[in-house]
């Protein structure tokens, strides 16, 4: 005897179903909505939307090209033989999987109550995808393993670290660590070593100095930095903060990396968000920072351009589950094929290889 499903989709909903999802998605996403993500290198996240032939067989490569040092030629002298070779590295990002699914408790089997399901459950996925994207993002820039959740926590049975590009996630260099104060390591920090305005610049100077790739706008060169709610606290209280923001804000600029922000002021563009990395998953007198491990602190990004690797294959898929019991429990899933990879390369100036769009910057951040 067949039985009809009401709620059963043909393929050409699904997709619908499907593009719906991540439309949400981008809207949702910290980093989309904000215009931190573009195809080209003057974003602090390149997408990478083509796929490369190597050896390997297809995959995203993101290409980081140094800048020419020579001089050139002058006047009628031969430019044959004094051609400078353009020195680049192949940044490989590796691509997989993530899916997530909810399922009913029952009682489904009439059209219209399946629909409600489907709804909430295109709401409830649509929060979880942009929502567990944007973690991966920070944990990624920020040089944390999928091991830690962002307040350093430990995951309990996650599959995360799974992901074909965890194994990539690298620790910052040695050369894009910035601390607050007269801090040298988290070891050393005080709670008094808050983010202050003179350290933004301070590692904005830095940043400018180890020629990380700026963000253009308008003639301008830009860097983005997005600091936790506490980070933001501190350094809005700030005296010097309050002073150069009355009198140099910038306004007016239509591009949505700077409409949306907190500030852009003197060349930054501040940002705060609750996923910044802190310390508040941590335990006192073990391992938080400071010498005692008592010392409650957060972990801002800096941003140039090309600072994270990202892509897409695709723009995800809707899953409904083949069993259902008869329609009356129907399980609803999504999927994503993408991919991130903080890029490390070996500046024409520096003796080894570095972060190549991102400073760290540690300060305390008391709850």
Request: hydrophobic share 35%; with cysteine; charged share 20%.
């Amino acid at each position: 005897m067949s039985v009809t499903d009401f709620g059963a989709l043909t393929a050409a909903q699904k997709k619908v179903w499907s593009t719906k999802l991540w439309m949400q998605y981008r809207a949702e996403s910290f980093w989309q909505s904000n215009g931190f993500v573009g195809t080209n290198m003057n974003t602090p996240i390149h997408r990478v939307d083509e796929l490369t032939k190597t050896s390997k067989g297809l995959e995203c490569v993101m290409q980081l090209v140094n800048d020419l040092e020579n001089d050139g030629t002058v006047g009628d002298n031969d430019l044959t033989n004094q051609e400078e070779a353009m020195v680049n590295g192949a940044q490989v990002i590796k691509i997989d999987l993530l899916a997530h699914a909810v399922k009913s408790k029952g009682q489904m089997s009439e059209q219209a109550t399946v629909i409600r399901f489907r709804e909430q459950a295109k709401d409830k996925l649509a929060f979880w995808l942009p929502d567990k994207i944007d973690e991966l993002m920070f944990l990624t820039v920020s040089g944390r393993a999928y091991t830690k959740k962002t307040d350093l926590s430990t995951r309990a049975a996650s599959q995360l670290p799974q992901l074909a590009f965890a194994s990539d996630v690298s620790a910052p260099t040695a050369n894009r660590i910035k601390y607050a104060g007269s801090a040298t390591s988290e070891a050393t920090l005080t709670t008094s070593d808050k983010l202050s305005w003179n350290l933004c610049v301070a590692v904005k100077t830095y940043a400018h100095r180890k020629g990380l790739r700026p963000i253009r706008q308008g003639g301008k060169e830009y860097y983005c930095m997005v600091i936790s709610p506490e980070q933001r606290r501190d350094l809005v209280t700030d005296s010097d903060y309050k002073t150069i923001v009355a009198n140099g804000a910038e306004r007016g600029s239509s591009n949505p990396l700077f409409k949306n922000a907190m500030v852009v002021v003197d060349g930054l563009i501040l940002y705060d968000h609750r996923k910044v990395i802190t310390t508040q998953g941590l335990s006192s007198g073990v391992d938080k920072w400071g010498s005692g491990n008592t010392v409650e602190g957060a972990q801002a990004q800096l941003l140039g351009a090309g600072a994270l690797g990202f892509t897409t294959l695709g723009g995800g898929e809707w899953l409904e589950g083949d069993i259902n019991d008869y329609g009356r429990k129907p399980s609803i899933g999504y999927q994503q094929m993408f991919g991130l990879l903080k890029p490390v390369y070996k500046p024409t100036k520096s003796a080894s290889a570095e972060d190549y769009g991102t400073i760290a910057v540690k300060t305390a951040a008391a709850v």
